[in-house]
């Protein structure tokens, strides 16, 4: 039974950094792609980031190009998203997901985390 286990979210002010973390357990992970999306309220879920663990290969919203940056712990099995410079746009559940494809598409991923909490204070 593959899981992923966000942690990392919380209150930060504007311009303020946060990380969050993705445990994966379950599966072979090894030819996955991981993927961070976030969902505010009353919006569709976004796309945030993606990396391919055959590769290494990331990839950016353009909301978050330049401030975040994802990367992978293979030892730890644990995804990352460093946020940087963050907005109060940027307030939201973020989600961890994967799947075994590339894609910016939430409907594509067919493992997903339970979500934390990002708010960002003006």
């Known amino acids: 039974q593959v899981q992923l286990v966000e942690s990392g979210g919380g209150l930060v002010q504007a311009g303020g950094s946060l990380r969050l973390s993705c445990a994966a357990s379950g599966g072979t992970f090894s030819n996955y792609v991981m993927g961070w999306f976030r969902q505010a309220p009353g919006k569709e879920r976004e796309f945030v980031a993606f990396?391919?663990?055959?590769?290494?290969?990331?990839y950016y919203g353009d909301s978050v190009k330049g401030r975040f940056t994802i990367s992978f712990d293979n030892d730890k099995n644990t995804v990352y998203l460093q946020m940087n410079s963050l907005k109060p746009e940027d307030t939201a559940v973020y989600y961890c997901a994967a799947n075994q494809y590339y894609s910016i598409k939430a409907k594509e991923y067919n493992y997903w985390g339970q979500g934390t909490q990002v708010t960002v204070s003006s």
């Open positions: 990396i391919s663990r055959m590769n290494s290969n990331t």
